[in-house]
């Protein structure tokens, strides 16, 4: 419990604002490249694990889309509390919402306590230099137009630091790696049009609460521009998305299990000359 002289922890997203914009996306037709390439990276890894799963769990913000992936699967909103039964899945997915997340490691723990011993657990968001050109372009704008800045693009989580969420969550086996889209855009304001049909537009909490000046706008189109053209064709922009994947597994006897510290068999220093001789 919070006392009188304690000051509530500021929030990073304006959750209301997410849903709105999550909500236009839907009116608008949503743009789902992202979501395709993540919804094909997964099922490639899934394929290489050589199992069959039949009690699915998506966590997303875009139900639509990954209710026809995984036809099977029980569909969660990515909301603070997630609606998952304890230890009820061999496989839970969280689709593309991570990076929307107050608590990032806490949705972790909530998916690895619905995973049966031995389930999965696959994590995919945007991370690391995602739309690092935007963010530039709109800063340089700003501050050289309005004299000032403004919370616009979300703060993306490095590859190592998300990776080691999966440890905090208790899960075994963990792996982090990612990936980079490049997408080609006609100018700043088709890629402005695709955020918003991706449900990604700007919800922090202390962004700015009126219209963008257009001056501002039309400063930082230039910028982007001038800065990050596309390399293929110059009159258009470039847009970076890294993807991050995350993969744990819950823990179980049957897993590979570390050797006990002191235990190896041959000291270190004589298992490297070793591997040199046979080099040699």
């Excluded at 009690?55 to 509390?81: C, L, N, R």
């Excluded at 179980?252 to 190896?264: H, I, K, T, W």
Aim: with cysteine.
């Amino acid at each position: 419990m919070m006392n009188a002289h304690q000051k509530p922890v500021p929030q990073l997203i304006d959750r209301a604002a997410l849903m709105r914009n999550r909500a236009r996306a839907e009116r608008m037709g949503s743009v789902d490249f992202l979501h395709r390439l993540i919804a094909d990276e997964i099922e490639d890894r899934l394929a290489e694990v050589n199992r069959q799963f039949t009690d699915i769990a998506v966590v997303t913000g875009m139900p639509e889309f990954w209710q026809g992936v995984f036809p099977q699967a029980k569909i969660v909103a990515d909301s603070p509390d997630l609606a998952l039964e304890s230890g009820a899945h061999d496989l839970v997915i969280h689709a593309m919402a991570l990076h929307w997340s107050e608590d990032p490691v806490g949705q972790i723990v909530q998916c690895a306590r619905a995973l049966r011993p031995d389930g999965l657990f696959i994590a995919a968001c945007p991370g690391g230099r995602s739309l690092f050109e935007l963010r530039d372009a709109l800063t340089r704008a700003e501050a050289e137009v309005a004299g000032g800045l403004s919370p616009r693009i979300l703060p993306m989580g490095e590859i190592r630091d998300l990776g080691a969420l999966l440890g905090r969550a208790g899960l075994s086996l963990p792996v982090a790696d990612q990936i980079s889209q490049n997408v080609s855009y006609r100018g700043l304001i088709h890629l402005a049009h695709d955020l918003r049909a991706m449900g990604e537009g700007n919800a922090l909490n202390a962004r700015l609460r009126r219209p963008t000046r257009r001056d501002v706008l039309l400063r930082a189109a230039t910028l982007y521009a001038e800065s990050h053209p596309d390399p293929v064709d110059p009159e258009r922009i470039r847009a970076t998305f890294d993807l991050v994947f995350l993969t744990g597994w819950a823990p179980d006897a049957s897993q590979q299990q570390p050797l006990r510290p002191g235990s190896a068999k041959m000291p270190l220093a004589e298992a490297l000359a070793q591997l040199r001789k046979t080099d040699e």
